[in-house]
Structures are given as C-alpha cells and as structure tokens.
C-alpha cells in the first residue's frame, strides 16, 4: 500500500475522469499510481494527459522509447517501472538475456541503434552536463530534432517516475509479475531495496 490514500476515480474532476481511466486501463496495468497522482487532479491531467498524447502521436518507435525507460529504471533501481517495462521491451523483440543485462557494455543482442538509444538515456540520467557530442552526432543521424526532444523528455520524466513511485511506495498492480515472466523476465531481475535506513535524527 502506498504512503497516501488511494483516490478513486469519482472523487477527480469530472473533465479528468478520462484521463484516470484510460491511463489506469488502455495505457497499461498502472491503476496503483493513478490512484496517488489523483491526490493532484492538475498532475492526473497534464503528465498523464502528455504521456497519452505522445502514445497517440507515435512519434518515436516504441522499441527506443521502451530501452530508454528500462535503463533509467534499473539505473534508478525503480523496481515498479521495471517490473512493467520489461515486458514491453520484451513485446519490442529484445530477448530476455538483452533485457537483463541491458546496462552491460557488451550488451548481447543490441543493435547499433540500440545501444546508441541506451548509452544516450544513460548519459542523460548520470551526467547530462557531459553529453559526448559524438554521441549526440551519431543521434542526429538516426533520429529527427523532434524525435530527439521526446527521446530526452521521456528519459528525464522516466527519472521523476522512479522517483516518485519509490519516495511514495507505489505497489506494483496485481497480475503485472505474471506478465513480467510469461515474457521470460524473473523476478530476479528486478532491483532488490535493502532495507531503509534511519533518518538522522529519529
């Protein structure tokens, strides 16, 4: 159970009740989380509106937006967002043993813009201030200026979502770790949290 109370979708403005929904349903299994952000009916409204208008749009492959998301989260140790994106990597083509060991150098079954995807979300996420412009350039070459923007968007926002679902102990919805090994995921594979430690001055 997460910190806050969970607020059902009658207790939202009618004008988000939409959003609620669709993000708790058609988006995916993320009932829980909606269930926190409706505390902030202006939050429910503009971060999930964006997220479900830049689904609708398509603008970046799904395959790229989806690395991105599962290297942040495991660089995060985001156990939540883990847990429900690597199955959708894993619905993208990468194998089970890519997604596992997505963070290692040597990465098996990556291809060249694969790696390009993961090694610019890693960057982005531990030291944006240091962007290789090679590594930028090779960007340029796969992706649009648009695609870019979205590509950075969604790598920083993956960041504020694992921040946010950790800080508030967002449990992971029922039926998610099922779909997580029918994809040939483990549970192993998610990131294991030692236990908290004391606030100094407790």
Same mark, same amino acid.
């Not at 479900?52 to 970046?60: K, S």
């Given at each position: 159970?997460? /910190?806050?109370?969970?607020?059902?979708?009658?207790?939202?403005?009618?004008?988000?009740? @939409?959003?609620?929904?669709?993000?708790?349903?058609?988006?995916?299994?993320?009932?829980?989380?909606?269930?926190?952000?409706?505390?902030?009916?202006?939050?429910?409204?503009?971060?999930?509106?964006?997220?479900?208008?830049?689904?609708?749009?398509?603008?970046? @492959?799904?395959?790229?937006? $989806?690395?991105?998301?599962?290297?942040?989260?495991?660089?995060?140790?985001?156990?939540? &967002?883990?847990?429900?994106?690597?199955?959708?990597?894993?619905?993208?083509?990468?194998?089970? $043993?890519?997604?596992?060991?997505?963070?290692?150098?040597? &990465?098996?079954?990556?291809?060249?813009? +694969?790696?390009?995807?993961?090694?610019?979300?890693?960057?982005?996420?531990?030291?944006?201030?240091?962007?290789?412009?090679?590594?930028?350039?090779?960007?340029?070459?796969?992706?649009?200026?648009?695609?870019?923007?979205?590509?950075?968007? /969604?790598?920083?926002? &993956?960041?504020?979502?694992?921040?946010?679902?950790?800080?508030?102990?967002? +449990?992971?919805?029922?039926?998610?770790? +099922?779909?997580?090994?029918?994809?040939?995921?483990?549970?192993?594979?998610?990131?294991?949290?030692?236990?908290?430690?004391?606030?100094?001055?407790?």
């Amino acid at each position: 159970m997460a /910190r806050v109370r969970d607020v059902g979708i009658e207790e939202v403005p009618e004008a988000v009740q @939409p959003i609620y929904r669709r993000y708790a349903e058609a988006y995916g299994p993320f009932l829980n989380q909606v269930k926190v952000f409706a505390h902030r009916p202006p939050a429910l409204q503009h971060i999930m509106g964006l997220l479900l208008d830049l689904a609708d749009e398509a603008l970046l @492959p799904k395959r790229y937006l $989806e690395i991105a998301v599962v290297v942040v989260s495991k660089l995060n140790e985001c156990t939540y &967002c883990v847990a429900h994106h690597t199955s959708r990597l894993a619905e993208q083509g990468l194998p089970p $043993e890519t997604i596992a060991r997505i963070l290692e150098p040597d &990465c098996p079954g990556l291809d060249e813009i +694969d790696r390009l995807v993961r090694d610019y979300a890693v960057q982005v996420t531990q030291d944006p201030k240091r962007l290789d412009d090679a590594l930028y350039a090779r960007l340029r070459e796969q992706f649009s200026e648009e695609q870019i923007v979205e590509l950075t968007l /969604r790598t920083a926002l &993956c960041g504020f979502f694992n921040r946010f679902n950790d800080a508030l102990q967002i +449990d992971i919805e029922d039926g998610v770790i +099922d779909t997580l090994l029918a994809s040939g995921g483990t549970v192993e594979d998610l990131p294991v949290h030692d236990a908290p430690q004391p606030v100094p001055g407790d």
